[in-house]
């Protein structure tokens, strides 16, 4: 607390307090955390396709989800 050359506070003392004590509760904004990408993984998803094209990739049987990825890369230039 500081005093002017009259003798009065120059800070609210209840203010101040406020102040300090938002300082050290308050929590430092985040954002998002992102993992890093690792080539290869494979990350579960729910996607909804219309229903012609999911029998499209599933009319030759097992795999029909690596088919799906495999041309979801090819459309992304990957």
Known sequence: ?????GGRR???PLKAAEAAFKKVTTKPIEGPSQAPSIPGVKESVTLRIDQDVLEFFQQ???GWQDRINAALR???GK
């Open 1 to 5: 607390m500081s005093r002017s050359p």
């Open 10 to 12: 120059t800070t609210d």
């Open 74 to 76: 090819k459309v992304a």
């Open 60 to 62: 030759d049987g097992p």
